[in-house]
C-alpha cells in the first residue's frame, strides 16, 4: 500500500473527491466544486446512504475506484471519519479534513464528541430520533446551530432536505486511520456549534495537519467561505507536483 501510494503522488493530482457530512448530502460542496473544477480539476461528490458507517465507506471506496489517477480525498464533519476509514484507498494520496471528525483506530466520534461537548452536545432535543433509529437535526434548530453564516432560506431549505443518518454511524469504531499514512490539512471553523472547534484543533495536531482557521464560520463553512476551502484544497493538491 504504501509504495503504491508513494509512486502515485510523483504525479499531478488532478482528482479530488468530496465527501459530506451527516444530516446534508453532496449538494452543500457546489461553490467549491464550482471553484475546483475552473481550476482544471476533476471533482466528484460522494453521495452517502448514511444507512450505516459501513455502507458510507463502500459509497466512498466506490467513487475513489472509478479515479483515474492519484487523488485527494476532501471530508466534512461526520466525513471525516469515512475518509479516515476510506483513506487507505491506494489511489489516495492525502487527505483534507473540513470542520470535521478524525478518529484513530479503535475511536468513534460520538465518543470522541462527547469528551469535548459542542454547542449541539449541550443543546437538549436539538438531535431527534425516529422509531427506527435513524436521526436528524430539528428543523427548527438547523439555522441557528448548522448554519448560522448562510442565508436564512438557505439554511432553512437545508433543515427541510436532510438526510437522515443511522444512529449507529456516530458510535462504530474504525478500523483504519489513513492520516496516520497520508499527509494531511485541516480546516477549523472558528464558530462551529456542531463540532466543537476545539476537538478539530486537537484532530489536526494528533494527524500533523496543516491546519487553517477561518475565524467566525460555522459548520457549513465549505458553503459559507467556499473560496477559502478550495484554496486549501488546491493547496494541498499542488504539494503533490514536483
Given at each position: 500500500m504504501a509504495s503504491t501510494t508513494a509512486s502515485a503522488s510523483t504525479?499531478?493530482?488532478?482528482?479530488?473527491?468530496l465527501v459530506h457530512g451527516a444530516w446534508v448530502d453532496g449538494s452543500g460542496w457546489?461553490?467549491?466544486y464550482e471553484i475546483l473544477s475552473k481550476e482544471g480539476y476533476n471533482v466528484t461528490m460522494v453521495q452517502e446512504p448514511e444507512t450505516s458507517?459501513?455502507?458510507d465507506v463502500a459509497a466512498t471506496r466506490r467513487i475513489l475506484d472509478l479515479q483515474d489517477g492519484p487523488t485527494l480525498l476532501v471530508g466534512h464533519s461526520y466525513g471525516g471519519s469515512i475518509i479516515t476509514e476510506a483513506g487507505v484507498h491506494p489511489k489516495v494520496v492525502g487527505l483534507v479534513y473540513v470542520?470535521?471528525?478524525?478518529?484513530?483506530?479503535?475511536?468513534?466520534?460520538g465518543a470522541l464528541g462527547k469528551k469535548t461537548p459542542s454547542v449541539l452536545g449541550k443543546t437538549p432535543g436539538a438531535i431527534k430520533q425516529t422509531p427506527?433509529?435513524?436521526?436528524?437535526?430539528?428543523?427548527?434548530?438547523?439555522?441557528?446551530?448548522?448554519?448560522?453564516?448562510?442565508?436564512?432560506?438557505q439554511a432553512v431549505f437545508a433543515s427541510r432536505s436532510q438526510v437522515l443518518a443511522k444512529s449507529s454511524v456516530f458510535s462504530t469504531p474504525l478500523t483504519a486511520a489513513a492520516w496516520k499514512t497520508r499527509p494531511s490539512?485541516?480546516?477549523?471553523?472558528?464558530n462551529d456549534q456542531i463540532i466543537n472547534p476545539d476537538l478539530?484543533?486537537?484532530?489536526y495536531a494528533r494527524a500533523k495537519s496543516v491546519t487553517t482557521e477561518i475565524p467566525g464560520a460555522s459548520h457549513s463553512v465549505y458553503e459559507s467561505h467556499p473560496e477559502e476551502v478550495a484554496k486549501v484544497i488546491t493547496e494541498a493538491a499542488q504539494t503533490f507536483v514536483d
Open positions: 504525479e499531478a493530482v488532478k482528482n479530488i473527491v457546489k461553490p467549491v458507517f459501513e455502507d470542520a470535521a471528525h478524525a478518529p484513530d483506530v479503535g475511536e468513534d466520534e427506527d433509529g435513524y436521526t436528524y437535526l430539528n428543523p427548527s434548530e438547523f439555522p441557528k446551530l448548522f448554519a448560522p453564516d448562510l442565508p436564512h432560506d490539512w485541516g480546516v477549523v471553523a472558528g478539530e484543533r486537537w484532530y
